[in-house]
């Protein structure tokens, strides 16, 4: 997503882009209100959009899932970590309401490692989870790009098993006849094509 905004901003300089921070419910509102032209969001949340759908999606990226932890945790500093080895652990997880797509992954991560997460708690926010973990509170999986917000008192471990992957994808209506989204979408395809060929 920053590579996408950066791209696009110097192509097209005299565009003002406006950032909303949006409940997965609340973003499907404003597609059918058209007062949003895009969005990035969790495939998972996606699974009812087909061909006949009024919306459209192109998929951006997938990233694994990586275990947060304390870092006194005994698996804190282990070479390899596998899911099952938390399965007696607290979660931590996100909210249903904010984001279903990602609160349905980690349970079918866990389902597929051979538990059910027993969770004490729920939170909104990314840096809520991180924060909680920090403080003993319990365990966390999260997509791998929370290893970029580098917190005082977890651990980010990678995770052995073959797990499904958190994808992200763009979202717009079938029927917006921006140009400016149409232009944003090119971008999109650019930089999509640009990070796969330096892999």
Aim: aromatic fraction near 10%.
């Amino acid at each position: 997503m920053p590579n996408i905004i950066s791209v696009f901003r110097s192509h097209f300089p005299n565009v003002d882009l406006v950032f909303q921070e949006l409940l997965f419910e609340e973003s499907w509102r404003r597609f059918k209100d058209k007062t949003i032209d895009l969005n990035f969001e969790n495939f998972y949340n996606l699974e009812d959009v087909d061909e006949s759908h009024f919306l459209k999606y192109k998929m951006l990226n997938q990233e694994p899932l990586v275990m947060v932890l304390p870092t006194s945790h005994p698996l804190a500093h282990q070479p390899q970590v596998q899911l099952s080895d938390i399965k007696q652990e607290n979660f931590i997880i996100p909210c249903h309401e904010r984001a279903p797509g990602l609160h349905k992954l980690i349970d079918t991560a866990c389902k597929q490692a051979g538990f059910h997460p027993k969770v004490v708690q729920e939170a909104a926010w990314m840096t809520t989870i991180i924060s909680l973990v920090a403080g003993g509170i319990g365990v966390a999986l999260l997509p791998a790009n929370v290893m970029n917000l580098q917190r005082t008192g977890v651990v980010y471990q990678n995770i052995s098993d073959n797990l499904p992957m958190f994808q992200t994808a763009i979202v717009w209506r079938k029927d917006n006849p921006s140009k400016i989204l149409s232009n944003f979408l090119k971008v999109v395809t650019e930089v999509s094509r640009n990070y796969s060929e330096s892999e």
